[in-house]
């Protein structure tokens, strides 16, 4: 499995962006998937995740009802839309695949890590 993690850059704050990540691979629609971040100098985290189906989402406190993460088992892609976003979601964002049925929310439980895209938001 390898996973491609697009759509980061420079935006200002209130501003939005949708990264997207294309999984390369035969069984995306059955894993489940997850978006994390890491900002300079902290630990990798949370920001949302997905079940196979895309029924069941989770996100983390810091960005409810600001993002919403999708998929199209289709495309084989996992989306992360990003709204009103703040300086403080600066990162780099990485896409993930859950190693169990049900994702957690721990990055323990995540392989095939992708290679990350980076979003700046100015103030």
């Known amino acids: 499995v390898q996973l491609q993690a697009s759509g980061g850059g420079l935006v200002q704050a209130g501003g939005s962006l949708r990264l997207s990540c294309a999984f390369i691979?035969?069984?995306?629609?059955?894993?489940?998937m997850g978006w994390f971040r890491q900002a300079p100098g902290k630990e990798r985290e949370v920001v949302a995740t997905?079940?196979?189906?895309?029924?069941?989402?989770y996100y983390a406190d810091s960005v409810k009802d600001r993002f919403t993460i999708s998929r199209d088992n289709a495309k084989k892609t996992v989306y992360l839309q990003m709204n009103s976003l703040k300086p403080e979601d600066t990162a780099v964002y990485y896409c993930?695949?859950?190693?169990?049925?049900?994702?957690?929310?721990?990055?323990?439980?995540?392989?095939?890590w992708g290679q990350g895209t980076e979003v700046t938001v100015s103030s």
């Open positions: 993930a695949v859950s190693t169990s049925v049900v994702p957690t929310t721990l990055v323990p439980d995540f392989g095939s």
């Open positions: 997905i079940n196979w189906s895309g029924s069941t989402t």
């Open positions: 691979g035969s069984t995306f629609s059955r894993r489940g």
